[in-house]
């Protein structure tokens, strides 16, 4: 079983649509988890990061952890075309370590 | 501007060639890390260092090889044994080696890598 699960989509949706894309997690060790955006040919950019259990919003973005489900979910408000790209999940490898282990993306696709 | 830089951004290997993928931040971070990115698959670990002078294996290491002279570089050399290179490479940093410490990973854009 892989550390961190996402489906993979791809997802379409619509301009100015709430999208909600999700992860599953195994380990209940590690309370700190990032989302990555990823656009195409580039490296992955830091979108936002949330310890432990709840809510954290930046703008149109809200990271939400559910440590009960084991679930970590990252809602989009208001999409846009600009959205469009790939959405990493992640988590630390193991403690001690620094390195990251990743879902396998979800791939966004945003129509104007 | 602070950042990472990887280079070459496209490269082609010849059957049993070693090849060089440079990677450079300034960014003044501790730790460094390179990851493998194959189609439609997370992100997969090859080797990290969290000093100078020091790395480890990740989860996929074999046919690789790393070197950590200096806090700005961490080149990643793809050998001849590595059978199948055909991927997309990313070097990332963070800030801190402090057990408890999460600072969040930067990653330059990428090196991709074919077979000729």
């Known amino acids: 079983q892989k550390e961190v699960e996402q489906d993979p989509g791809p997802l379409s949706v619509p301009e100015g649509a709430i999208v909600s894309l999700n992860c599953t997690y195994s380990n209940s060790a590690f309370q700190y988890f990032m989302w990555y955006r990823q656009y195409s040919r580039k490296g992955p950019e830091l979108l936002m990061y949330?310890?432990?259990?709840g809510n954290k919003e930046d703008g149109r973005f809200t990271a939400q952890v559910d440590k009960s489900s084991k679930y970590i979910s990252l809602f989009i408000r208001d999409s846009q075309p600009s959205d469009s790209a790939t959405y990493l999940c992640a988590r630390p490898l193991d403690t001690g370590r620094r390195a990251l282990t990743f879902g396998s993306g979800t791939r966004l696709q945003v129509q104007p | 501007d602070g950042g990472i830089t990887q280079s070459p951004k496209y490269l082609f290997r010849k059957e049993g060639q070693n090849v060089t993928l440079s990677c450079e931040q300034n960014?003044?971070?501790?730790?460094m890390y390179w990851y493998r990115q194959d189609p439609g698959q997370g992100l997969r670990l090859i080797y990290y260092s969290q000093i100078v002078n020091d790395f480890q294996k990740g989860d996929i290491a074999e046919g690789y090889s790393v070197s950590r002279e200096k806090k700005e570089s961490f080149p990643l050399t793809v050998t001849s044994a590595q059978k199948n290179p055909t991927a997309f490479y990313l070097c990332a940093s963070s800030g801190s080696t402090g057990a408890g410490s999460n600072q969040p990973q930067h990653f330059g854009d990428g090196t991709r890598l074919s077979i000729l």
């Open positions: 949330t310890y432990s259990s």
């Open positions: 960014l003044n971070h501790d730790a």
